[in-house]
C-alpha cells in the first residue's frame, strides 16, 4: 500500500477547506493570520540561525530557540496589528511586480523592490480592509484551486515541478479563469459582509440606546 499519495490527497484536501475558508472570512480572521504567519516566520528564521551557530549540533536547543522566536514574532505582529498591515502590503506589492517581471522576462536588481514594497505597505495601512480583502480572498483562492488541482490529478508530486510545465495552455486559462472567480467571489462577499470598524461602532452604541 502506497502511503505517499493518500498522504497528499489528504493534505490538499485540508489546503481546499484552508484556503476557501481565508477566501470568504480572511478579514474576520486576520489577526490570527498575522500571528501564525509571524510564529512561522520567526521559528523559521530564528532555528535558522541556531542551526548555523551549533552546526545543527544541538537539535534540542535549535527547536527551543525557534519556538521562542516564533512567539516572540507572533505576540509582536498580533499587537503591532499596523506593522502586520504594512508588511502585508509590502509583501503584496513585491509579488506583483516581481510576477509582471517574470511574465516579461526582465531581470533587476533586488533594490528595485523597495520601492513596490514601501508602496505597497503605505497602500495597505491607508486601505485597511480593502488591502485585507483582497488580498486574503485571492490568497485563500489560490490555495483553493491549487489543492483542486493536486485532488484530480492522481499522477501529481508536489516535488516534481515538471508537472506544472506539462500543463496545457487550455488547463493554464481554466486555473487562472478560476482564481480570478473564485478569488473575486470571495472578495464581493468579504467586502458585503463584513463592515467596517467605524460601522461596528456605530451599531454597538445604537444597541446600547
Do not use: H
Request: glycine residues 10%; charged residues 10%.
Amino acid at each position: 500500500m502506497n502511503i505517499a499519495p493518500i498522504t497528499f490527497k489528504l493534505l490538499s484536501i485540508a489546503a481546499i477547506l484552508f484556503g476557501l475558508f481565508i477566501c470568504f472570512f480572511g478579514y474576520r480572521i486576520f489577526r490570527l493570520v498575522l500571528a501564525v504567519a509571524g510564529f512561522i516566520i520567526g521559528a523559521s528564521f530564528i532555528a535558522g540561525v541556531g542551526f548555523t551557530l551549533t552546526e545543527g549540533k544541538e537539535i534540542l536547543v535549535i527547536v527551543i530557540a525557534g519556538l521562542a522566536g516564533g512567539l516572540i514574532a507572533a505576540v509582536i505582529l498580533l499587537f503591532l496589528y499596523s506593522v502586520g498591515v504594512f508588511l502585508l502590503g509590502a509583501l503584496f506589492g513585491v509579488v506583483i511586480l516581481s510576477g509582471t517581471f517574470v511574465i516579461m522576462d526582465i531581470n533587476t536588481s533586488p533594490l528595485i523592490y523597495i520601492v513596490p514594497a514601501l508602496l505597497g505597505g503605505i497602500v495597505a495601512l491607508l486601505l485597511q480592509k480593502f488591502m485585507i480583502i483582497l488580498i486574503t480572498s485571492f490568497t485563500g483562492a489560490w490555495i483553493a484551486v491549487i489543492g483542486t488541482l493536486y485532488v484530480i490529478n492522481t499522477d501529481f508530486n508536489p516535488f516534481t515541478p515538471e508537472f506544472i510545465n506539462n500543463i496545457s495552455e487550455i488547463e493554464t486559462y481554466r486555473i487562472v479563469l478560476s482564481w480570478i472567480a473564485l478569488g473575486g467571489l470571495g472578495f464581493i462577499i468579504q467586502y458585503l459582509i463584513f463592515p467596517k470598524p467605524t460601522e461596528n461602532v456605530e451599531r454597538i452604541e445604537s444597541s446600547k440606546e
